[in-house]
């Protein structure tokens, strides 16, 4: 499904392991909005796996980047993991790549 | 091995049709940039043709060519990145250029030696130092440019702000800025495919996106749109085509397209536009290109200039809002796009050039050969075709008739379409004569301006390629010895500039060129005294005017005090006469003293394959140019005994026998037969109107014209013959010389 909470394996440092959903689109955001915001509040930091997205528009283009400036304003950490080609593709097109802290570790 | 060298030797011919169209292309560019100098369009075009003609010449290994258009191109560049100005020295300088890069490219594919010779050599050398000057000026000017533009910056005077206003900026791409309504997700939109349909009509250079709308997670909408984009892009296409990206969101975005090279002003206004605050706006033109640090910091100064000024004027109105957006135009407003500057610049002669530079583009060289026997191959389709229906009429079987109609119907579709194919647009031909005529007007201290009328005209390849000397020569005619010298003008109550107008139209199966100008016109005094003087005619001869004027045709005629080097060498005049004759061709000349003298060719539209009219003349069949043909009358016994001359509807018009200008006694046979009368075929060439009185009328027919033998090719009448379906030979007949016999 959508924004999923991994195992908490890297609870002790306050990382939330976030998996993201296949559908990036306007279709879901109005859900992946209210699970993101669940876990907002909880933790520091954030890594958000985005291997599974399949599809994303500019709406979910824009959830990211408002994630990415709400933990910048608030003194959290943002990172992305495992971009996906359709992911990696969009940035591309809105050349937006470093907006975002990217990985690929685990 | 001999392969390789056909291969090298059909590469070659391609370079030199391809350079040759580039290097007139340059030239037709530079006059054109001659009344417009600061178009970069045509200034970029420029730059290409003669980079292109750089790299092709590169590949085949034509060192002169290269290291010549090296320099050439380098200067260009720099006129392109308004590193250099054009004037008027530095343009004589670049056609000379075009010219001596002409004559390598020349040299190269038609001289086995591979040295060029000294003159050229020397031209060359010339030529580069002339051009390295320009180069090495460039450095200080710049230089000079620079403290130039900063002193202007800080200084405060409305004239100083009004040259910052025009001058232009170093981007040399689109620049594309786009604000989405919140709701245009929410309509079914994706932004991001306009920005990826961008990239088919151009290459986006760089994409910034704006964020700083973008609300925190708490306060976002997740169905509505935040982002702004500023978006640098290079193309070809216009701004029409741009901004149709956007066509299906242009009520749901706020979109601003800045031109290439926009002005200061421009951007002054553009910025502010946009709803973010002008410094950070700045801020983020600058990271995409399409401003430079210190531009940014001008259209900063320019703009706080201006609003300064602004407020001194309204203060006493006290409208204090004017200082945040000074410069915000209504129609900016309005539309969100500032279309007025485009219009300005792009004028109806661009916009021609653009659209004929677009056909350019979809063409296909074709060898001509293969092209003429396409057409001989058509020809024998036509008569074998012809010969197909009039067998399938024997048959007197309905249904094979109505197939081979339709087959007849299909051939002669594929006969146009054929001959089409060799149809070209005299325009490019006439636009040779503009670089003549600038330059004779120059050598001979006199002011003219050439008018082109009808360039789109076509006419048949063959025809246009013969008929550019015989204009050159009656144009350089008229510049030389028609055209009065510019006092001359003034003391005689006309402009100091001449016209000379070139013209092309079509007029019933014929093209007519017209070549006229304002000038001296023709002085019978002098042309009779002169042919007397010749011997070509005798003292007391009584000649018509038209028959005075056509004295200038005669051979070894010339009337100019002084032979100067662009005509006057007595051998011009009636050598147009003979190479128009020779395209079957008719030439005419009408003056008027003091006003003007206008040359008027006549040309057959096409020498391969006409609509022909056949007729019966006792046995023989005739074949009259359908273009030609009126009308169809029958010949009232009544009128004959008149003479040769019948009533036209209340109009005189001679007519001729076909049977006794071609002595055919079978005629006279058919007459005597009971109840037999005569047709006339109405004919006109040149607004005369001729009867052709034949025995029959046949109708229709298509006719490929085969030339006639040696023998025959002096018989007057006659323009050529056609086999008919039948397998018998029918003669076409030639109308213009027939019409000249009938009066």
């Given at each position: 499904m959508s924004f999923t909470k991994r195992k908490d394996i890297k609870k002790d440092i306050g990382c939330c392991l976030l998996d993201a959903s296949p559908d990036m689109t306007i279709y879901s955001a109005e859900k992946n909005l209210i699970e993101i915001k669940e876990f907002y509040s909880e933790f520091d930091s954030f890594e958000i796996n985005m291997s599974a997205v399949e599809e994303i528009d500019i709406s979910g283009v824009q959830l990211l980047l408002a994630i990415n400036k709400s933990t910048a304003q608030d003194g959290k950490k943002l990172v992305l993991s495992k971009v996906s080609t359709s992911v990696v593709e969009v940035m591309d097109v809105l050349n937006i790549r470093s907006h975002f802290n990217w990985t690929n570790q685990e | 091995?001999?392969?390789?060298?056909?291969?090298?030797?059909?590469?070659?011919?391609?370079?030199?049709?391809?350079?040759?169209?580039?290097?007139?292309?340059?030239?037709?560019?530079?006059?054109?940039?001659?009344?417009?100098?600061?178009?970069?369009?045509?200034?970029?075009?420029?730059f290409r043709a003669i980079h292109t003609i750089k790299g092709s010449a590169g590949i085949f290994g034509f060192e002169d060519v290269v290291s010549f258009t090296h320099v050439a191109e380098s200067v260009m560049g720099q006129i392109r990145d308004k590193e250099l100005t054009l004037n008027e020295d530095l343009m004589n300088l670049l056609l000379d250029s075009i010219d001596q890069t002409s004559k390598l490219v020349t040299h190269e594919l038609n001289n086995a030696e591979p040295l060029i010779s000294d003159s050229l050599r020397e031209t060359g050398e010339g030529l580069l130092k002339?051009?390295?000057?320009?180069?090495?000026?460039?450095i200080l000017t710049t230089s000079n440019i620079l403290t130039k533009s900063k002193s202007e910056t800080f200084s405060e005077t409305e004239a100083q702000l009004e040259s910052i206003e025009s001058e232009s900026l170093s981007n040399k791409y689109w620049h594309i800025s786009v604000r989405f309504n919140r709701n245009v997700i929410a309509n079914g939109m994706d932004p991001l495919s306009f920005f990826r349909y961008l990239n088919t009509i151009g290459h986006v250079i760089s994409m910034t996106t704006l964020t700083s709308d973008l609300p925190l997670l708490q306060d976002i909408n997740p169905e509505e749109s935040y982002l702004g984009f500023e978006i640098n892009l290079d193309t070809q296409e216009s701004k029409d085509v741009i901004s149709d990206v956007f066509e299906f969101v242009k009520d749901d975005c706020q979109l601003h397209i800045l031109p290439p090279r926009s002005k200061l002003s421009d951007y002054t206004r553009f910025i502010n536009a946009l709803p973010e605050e002008n410094m950070l706006i700045g801020e983020i033109l600058v990271v995409s290109g399409a401003l430079t640090k210190n531009e940014l910091s001008e259209v900063l100064d320019y703009q706080r200039a201006h609003a300064a000024t602004e407020i001194r004027r309204d203060e006493n109105n006290n409208f204090i809002e004017t200082i945040t957006k000074p410069e915000l135009s209504p129609e900016m407003v309005e539309n969100g796009i500032a279309d007025t500057h485009i219009v300005d610049v792009a004028n109806k002669k661009q916009e021609k050039v653009k659209k004929s530079k677009k056909i350019e583009q979809q063409f296909v060289r074709v060898n001509a050969e293969k092209l003429g026997d396409l057409i001989n191959l058509v020809g024998e389709l036509v008569i074998t075709s012809a010969h197909t229906e009039l067998k399938a009429k024997e048959t007197e079987q309905v249904e094979l008739f109505e197939t081979v109609e339709?087959?007849?119907?299909?051939?002669?579709?594929?006969?146009?379409?054929?001959?089409?194919?060799?149809?070209?647009?005299?325009?490019?031909t006439f636009n040779r004569f503009t670089r003549v005529v600038r330059d004779t007007s120059k050598d001979l201290g006199k002011k003219i301006e050439l008018k082109i009328l009808g360039g789109d005209t076509e006419l048949d390849k063959t025809v246009v390629e013969k008929i550019s000397d015989p204009i050159m020569h009656l144009i350089r005619n008229s510049l030389d010895h028609g055209i009065e010298t510019p006092n001359v003008r003034i003391a005689n109550g006309k402009s100091e500039t001449a016209i000379v107008n070139l013209e092309a139209y079509h007029d019933s199966g014929s093209i007519v060129i017209k070549i006229s100008d304002d000038g001296a016109g023709l002085n019978p005094d002098i042309l009779t005294a002169k042919a007397i003087e010749k011997g070509i005619i005798s003292a007391h001869q009584q000649l018509t005017l038209p028959e005075i004027h056509r004295l200038i045709f005669a051979p070894g005629f010339s009337t100019a005090k002084e032979v100067t080097n662009i005509s006057g060498r007595g051998v011009g005049m009636d050598v147009v006469n003979r190479n128009i004759d020779a395209l079957h061709g008719q030439i005419s000349v009408n003056?008027?003293?003091?006003?003007?003298?206008?040359?008027?060719?006549?040309?057959?539209?096409?020498?391969?394959?006409?609509?022909?009219?056949?007729?019966?003349?006792?046995?023989?069949?005739?074949?009259?140019?359908?273009?030609?043909?009126?009308?169809?009358?029958?010949?009232?016994?009544?009128?004959?005994?008149?003479?040769?001359?019948?009533?036209?509807?209340?109009?005189?018009?001679?007519?001729?026998?076909?049977?006794?200008?071609?002595n055919d006694d079978d005629s006279s046979n058919i007459k005597k037969k009971e109840g037999h009368?005569?047709?006339?075929?109405?004919?006109?060439?040149?607004?005369?109107?001729?009867?052709l009185v034949v025995d029959e009328l046949l109708g229709e027919y298509q006719t490929v014209i085969k030339p006639l033998g040696k023998v025959f090719q002096n018989l007057k009448g006659i323009s050529g013959a056609t086999i008919l379906g039948s397998g018998e030979v029918a003669i076409i007949i030639d109308v213009p010389s027939l019409v000249g016999r009938a009066f």
């Open positions: - | 091995m001999s392969d390789e060298k056909e291969h090298l030797a059909e590469g070659q011919k391609i370079f030199e049709e391809e350079s040759r169209d580039l290097l007139q292309q340059a030239e037709s560019i530079l006059l054109m940039l001659e009344d417009d100098i600061g178009n970069d369009e045509l200034i970029n075009d420029l002339r051009l390295q000057q320009y180069l090495d000026s460039n339709n087959l007849t119907r299909l051939v002669e579709e594929i006969r146009d379409s054929t001959l089409n194919l060799r149809m070209v647009q005299i325009g490019d003056s008027e003293l003091g006003v003007g003298t206008s040359f008027i060719i006549r040309l057959p539209l096409t020498l391969a394959i006409i609509d022909g009219f056949q007729v019966l003349v006792g046995e023989s069949a005739y074949v009259i140019p359908l273009d030609l043909v009126e009308e169809c009358i029958e010949l009232d016994e009544q009128q004959t005994k008149k003479g040769e001359y019948i009533d036209l509807r209340g109009e005189v018009m001679p007519y001729l026998h076909l049977s006794s200008i071609f009368r005569d047709n006339i075929v109405v004919v006109k060439y040149a607004g005369q109107k001729v009867g």
